[in-house]
């Protein structure tokens, strides 16, 4: 999650490195001149009086000037504040959750099962191991997942396994309380709105269909320069959101599908449409 200690220690790296714009630069041509470490780093930790009189450590870029060296700072600092903004229009419900659409697959799937493990849960979602770890642990700090008690895990807890109980080896999730509550906001008219806003690319891809008319992952991931998996598992957590849902027809007539328009195409993909849910969600938007 970005913060704005985050934000604010950036913009004063960047005030103290212009500020002690003379002293970066000597640092930074007396260390080109020197071996060390910092030759293999490319980095050159100093110490700087702030603007306020209070020390800082700041790392500089050994091949930056002074000013780019704040630059850098800037930029990011203002990228972060975007993002912020951005986090602070979504309602608190929906902020601890990664804005990573496996999250979203990975608390549907918990729901269904009551408690898994992020190996089998990559498996089920057909996603990497690692990524399904890593959110997992991260919707754990932020209170969404709960780990299982160590041992014996019972069969009417865990639906992914088929025996009557599951020895617990690895370490198994649930959805907390506050998860619940999360997929419950979800249902409503409000979560799937936030939804949008929540994933940008997601609404990228609602606009897209609710335009355009059916289209499936592949073109979209071509046509949009995306990753083909990323926007395979955005489609799913969408569809699970009830944003869009899969086109059931086996023929796509030219009066449906404005994208890339035919007589009539016979499907051979999973294709996509906008759902009455997903246009309503987009025009209250930009209401």
Same mark, same amino acid.
């Given at each position: ?15 103290? =490195? ?37 020390? =800082?450590?700041?790392?500089? /870029? ?30 608190? @419900? ?36 690692? @990524? ?45 309380? @506050?998860? /619940? ?19 940008? /690319? ?37 569809? @699970? ?34 759902? /009455? ?11």
């Amino acid at each position: 999650m970005v913060s704005q200690a985050e934000i604010d220690r950036l913009r004063l790296e960047a005030d103290t =490195i212009m500020t002690r714009y003379q002293t970066v630069e000597r640092a930074l041509e007396r260390a080109r001149s020197e071996s060390g470490e910092h030759w293999e780093t490319g980095e050159l930790p100093i110490s700087l009086e702030t603007p306020h009189g209070e020390s =800082i450590d700041v790392t500089l /870029d050994l091949e930056s000037s002074p000013a780019d060296n704040a630059q850098v700072r800037y930029d990011r600092a203002s990228e972060l504040e975007a993002e912020l903004e951005r986090q602070q229009r979504i309602v608190g @419900q929906l902020a601890p959750l990664p804005a990573d659409p496996v999250a979203y697959l990975i608390c549907y799937h918990l729901d269904a099962v009551e408690g898994n493990y992020p190996r089998s849960m990559a498996g089920h979602l057909d996603a990497e191991r690692g @990524q399904v770890e890593d959110l997992c642990e991260e919707m754990e700090t932020a209170g969404v997942l709960e780990r299982v008690e160590s041992g014996t895990v019972k069969q009417r807890r865990v639906k992914a396994k088929q025996a009557e109980e599951v020895r617990q080896h690895h370490t198994y999730y649930r959805l907390s309380r @506050q998860g /619940d509550h999360l997929l419950r906001f979800l249902d409503d008219p409000e979560g799937k709105r936030n939804v949008l806003r929540h994933l940008p /690319d997601g609404k990228t891809l609602v606009e897209r269909l609710a335009r355009g008319g059916p289209d499936y992952p592949r073109m979209t991931a071509e046509e949009l320069e995306m990753g083909f998996e990323y926007v395979r598992h955005l489609y799913r957590a969408l569809r @699970q959101v009830g944003l869009v849902t899969e086109y059931e027809g086996s023929t796509i007539k030219a009066s449906e599908r404005k994208l890339k328009p035919k007589d009539e195409t016979h499907r051979k993909h999973t294709y996509y449409v906008a759902t /009455d849910h997903g246009e309503t969600a987009l025009r209250e938007l930009d209401e």
